[in-house]
Nanobody, 121 residues
Framework: QVQVVESGGGLVQPGGSLRLSCAASGRILNIGDMGWYRQAPGKERELVATITHGGNINYADSVKGRFTISRDNAKNTVYLQMNSLKPEDTAVYYC???????????????WGQGTQVTVFS
């Protein structure tokens, strides 16, 4: 089994910053794409940013220039640095990791439990 655990959410005022971390562990052979998604109350889950093992990055238009995704392949960890936060960034942020596990080279697509980010005036 593969587990994904997020940390780093919290309360922040508009214009503030937060850094989210996500670590994958367990029977991991490799990790391909890692990413951050978010779900606000009453809305569907949406992509925030993804990063491949090789470092190719994709951002949602709404966070470009404000959020930065990065990863440490040696630690199986992905980060999301969020700057210039806005009230509309308020959501539960979920980490996702995809890859192959052992034994048997089985593909996995695992989600974390989510971490709350609240931007309040």
């Amino acid at each position: 089994q593969v587990q994904v655990v997020e940390s780093g959410g919290g309360l922040v005022q508009p214009g503030g910053s937060l850094r989210l971390s996500c670590a994958a562990s367990g029977r991991i052979l490799n990790i391909g794409d890692m990413g951050w998604y978010r779900q606000a109350p009453g809305k569907e889950r949406e992509l925030v940013a993804t990063i491949t093992h090789g470092g190719n990055i994709n951002y949602a238009d709404s966070v470009k220039g404000r959020f930065t995704i990065s990863r440490d392949n040696a630690k199986n960890t992905v980060y999301l640095q969020m700057n210039s936060l806005k009230p509309e960034d308020t959501a539960v942020y979920y980490c996702n990791a995809k890859g192959l596990s052992v034994p048997g080279y089985r593909p996995y697509d695992e989600w974390g439990q989510g971490t709350q980010v609240t931007v309040f005036s």
